[in-house]
């Protein structure tokens, strides 16, 4: 079905940063897959994961054991704020899970009257009905009907139109800590601290979406670890599996408590090939190191790319970011930038706010970074 815009190319093998087209043309990944791939193309540890997980089982379904999950859910737990773990396929369907975690934690109290969410406008939480209704995008709702009863979307940033938006009826709020599609908007550390006050004060559940943020992308395993603000549940996905599908849910036990046998489910959901996979990407983003590699890598994309927008201000508007994830709002349409990049093999993405993003994968050194810039810096000049 013609339900994207596709760029005129096609890829047939991937090495580390690099993507290659049946000519062999090399492509600079600075899209990973839409952060995706955090691993990058190929990487020996997944691979070898893969394969010899493929050999042994592919699927059992959720009615029995999968050691292989236990084991993920277990490292997830222990890495976060969670006590337990949802598996499923996509980052909406973790999304999807939360939210109907969050109204049944209600339910399960007493108080079935409270299912709606506060969510916020540059939000961006899936393509399921629910989700774009979460979602501010008019754009991803027109010509699906009438809007999904149950969603509240406020300013964000703006914790007085978030308290104005409290009801009887509300049951929790779900927040990206960086705004990803929204264009790399980033939430001030204050605003989620108000928000976390608000959820306990109001007995609302906090859910933060990290579906693009998490595993690493900021440079810490999960972006709200920055301000040090605890949500009650989470949803993951997109770099759990390195390019693998496969979503989660996080929330603390208190939090989950409506969730028995029966609530919720999924077939394919964590099946032994995704838990393989999720678990050797944590084997290499959980190694001592890796992390603080991410935050000097990014702060130098950061510093490069700054230069590039002082030479070049009727260009480049504006820098922000975070990590290994930086939108670069554009004074000219972002799409001009984005392809004029693409003619010269580096591959972006674009976002909400005339942005482009910079989601490079994770293990990107400082070659590949002045590879970019450079890149992007000719870009500029021919833009002008």
């Known amino acids: 079905m013609p339900s994207y815009g596709r760029t005129d190319v096609a890829f047939v093998r991937g090495d580390g940063v690099y993507l290659y087209t049946q000519d062999d043309k090399q492509y600079l990944d600075f899209g990973a897959g839409i952060a995706v791939t955090a691993l990058g193309h190929s990487h020996p540890h997944l691979v070898a994961a893969l394969r ?7 699927h059992t379904s959720n009615l029995y054991h999968i050691p292989q999950q236990q084991r993920l859910a277990d490292r997830l737990v222990s890495n976060s704020f969670a006590d337990t773990v949802f598996f499923c396929n996509s980052g909406a369907e973790a999304v999807e899970a939360s939210i109907k975690l969050i109204r049944k934690y209600h ?24 989700t774009i209704a979460a979602g501010a995008n008019e754009a991803h709702r027109a010509g699906f009907g009438p809007k999904i009863d149950g969603f509240d979307s406020v300013a964000f940033g703006d914790i007085k139109a978030t308290l104005a938006a409290v009801t009887d009826e509300t049951a929790g709020i779900m927040v990206e800590p960086v705004q990803g599609e929204g264009g790399i908007r980033i939430a001030d550390p204050v605003f989620l601290s108000e928000l976390r006050a608000l959820a306990t004060e ?6 933060f979406d990290e579906v693009q943020t998490g595993v690493g992308r900021t440079g810490r395993l999960w972006a709200h670890e920055w301000p040090n603000i605890v949500p009650d549940v989470m949803s993951s996905a997109k770099a759990l599996g390195g390019g693998f599908p496969v979503g ?6 208190e939090a989950a408590v409506g969730i028995v046998p029966g609530t919720h489910g999924s077939t394919f959901g964590g099946n032994p090939l995704a838990a393989a996979c999720a678990n050797a990407v944590l084997d290499v983003v959980l190694e001592p190191s890796f992390l603080k590699r991410v935050v000097e890598t990014g702060n130098l994309i950061e510093r490069e790319i700054t230069k590039i927008a002082a030479d070049y ?6 820098i922000r970011g975070i990590g290994m994830m930086w939108g670069i709002r554009c004074v000219i349409p972002n799409m001009d930038l984005v392809k004029k990049a693409f003619e010269k093999n580096l591959l972006t993405v674009p976002a909400g706010e005339n942005v482009v ?9 400082e070659e590949h970074v002045q590879e970019a810039v450079e890149i992007l810096e000719s870009c500029c000049k021919e833009l002008v």
């Open 52 to 58: 010899e997980q493929t050999g042994r089982l592919w």
């Open 107 to 130: 339910s399960t109290k007493g108080h079935s009257e409270r299912y709606r969410l506060i969510s916020f406008e540059g939000s961006f939480h899936g393509r399921t009905l629910a």
């Open 202 to 207: 109001n007995n609302l559940l906090l859910m």
């Open 248 to 253: 989660a849910c996080l929330a603390t036990n």
């Open 313 to 318: 201000p009727s260009i480049i508007q504006e």
């Open 357 to 365: 993003r910079f989601l490079p994968p994770l293990i990107t050194r």
